[in-house]
């Protein structure tokens, strides 16, 4: 009933700049809070950033001052702007949007997931 559609991955070398980008499809109320999570291999998923339906924001403190999450609640999208890139910010990020379906039911969905590479 809910779809999240990500884009923005590739290539960027050290100190590039990318911005990812997760748009939400489907019947739905409302949505909740939404985020970013990455996966690097062989590494546990890890919460990157998240931005409540009001737009109140959190960060890893790895990522503090160089990404900047953002939503577009009429277009049902979230951002993720990546500033400074490091080697070990390489990983495959996935949005998640918890996602009011109805007066009593919500759920957590999750974006197919994007790649980000960042090397020289």
């Known amino acids: 009933q809910v779809q999240l559609v990500e884009s923005g991955g590739g290539l960027v070398q050290p100190g590039g700049s990318l911005t990812l980008s997760c748009a939400a499809s489907g019947r739905f109320l409302s949505i909740n809070a939404m985020g970013w999570y990455r996966q690097a291999p062989g590494k546990q998923r890890e919460l990157v950033a998240s931005i409540s339906s009001g737009g109140n924001t959190n960060y890893a403190d790895s990522v503090k001052g160089r990404f900047t999450i953002s939503r577009d609640n009429a277009k049902n999208t979230v951002y993720l702007q990546m500033n400074s890139l490091k080697p070990e910010d390489t990983a495959v990020y996935y949005c998640?949007?918890?996602?009011?379906?109805?007066?009593?039911?919500?759920?957590?969905?999750w974006g197919q997931g994007t790649q980000v590479t960042v090397s020289s």
């Open positions: 998640n949007a918890n996602v009011r379906l109805n007066w009593n039911n919500w759920n957590d969905f």
